[in-house]
Every structure is written in structure tokens, then in C-alpha cells.
Nanobody, 127 residues
Framework: QVQLVESGGGLVQAGGSLRLSCEAS?????????MGWFRQAPGKERDFVAA????????RYADSVKGRFTISRDNAKKTVYLQMNSLNPEDTAAYYC???????????????????WGQGTQVTVSS
């Protein structure tokens, strides 16, 4: 079991940056989980954003954020980060972190593969 809490969302102008954090709690080391970020805009499906392997390599990104977003993790702090640069209004969504307890070496892009979810943090990008 792991509990996830996101933070760092807010309102930012286009071209700006935000860093999201996902803090995990529980007895299981964070290194036991593949971690991912997903986002969901009103009326739309929950979409994959980024994922990171247990040790930090490899990582995967949605094409829409590649080159702008960076996922990282600090297993000692039990925290996963999503650095978001060059934000645009299309990035506006609720962002969720998720944990996958599977042993797959390649992080999954499918939300159904993830076992635990945070409550989300809102990111709004104004034009």
C-alpha cells in the first residue's frame, strides 16, 4: 500500500513553468514502484504524461510534452517530480500521480496499469 499526495499546481501564464511534487507514504519503499503522471481536462479522457522506472531510467513521455516536461524521482525522499516548462493553455488539466507495483522494466503509459493514485492537483495555464 502507498498513499500519494500531489502538490505544486496553480495558475501560470503561457510560457511559464511549474514543478509538481508527489509525496508517497507507507511502509513500502518508493523504489518498489514505477511512477507516472497523468492529466485530465474537463470532459476528456485521462491521458498519459510521463513515467519513470523504479531506478529512474528509463523514462517515457507523451509526444505532446516531450522536450518540455521532465519527470524525476528521489526514492530517499519518497517523492516524484514533474518539472513543466514552456507551458501552454493546452496543458491545463488536473494532474495525477500514480504508482505501479508491477515489475515491468518499461514504464506503462496506460492508466489501467497503475494501482495507486493521488487526489490530483490543478494546473491552469492562461494565454
Amino acid at each position: 500500500q502507498v498513499q500519494l499526495v500531489e502538490s505544486g499546481g496553480g495558475l501560470v501564464q503561457a510560457g511559464g513553468s511549474l514543478r509538481l511534487s508527489c509525496e508517497a507514504s507507507g511502509r513500502t519503499p518508493l523504489s518498489n514502484y514505477v511512477m507516472g503522471w497523468f492529466r485530465q481536462a474537463p470532459g476528456k479522457e485521462r491521458d498519459f504524461v510521463a513515467a519513470i522506472s523504479r531506478s529512474g531510467l528509463p523514462t517515457r513521455y507523451a509526444d505532446s510534452v516531450k522536450g518540455r516536461f521532465t519527470i524525476s524521482r528521489d526514492n530517499a525522499k519518497k517523492t516524484v517530480y514533474l518539472q513543466m516548462n514552456s507551458l501552454n493553455p493546452e496543458d491545463t488539466a488536473a494532474y495525477y500521480c500514480a504508482a505501479d507495483r508491477s515489475t515491468n522494466i518499461v514504464p506503462s503509459t496506460r492508466s489501467g496499469e497503475y494501482d495507486y493514485w493521488g487526489q490530483g492537483t490543478q494546473v491552469t495555464v492562461s494565454s
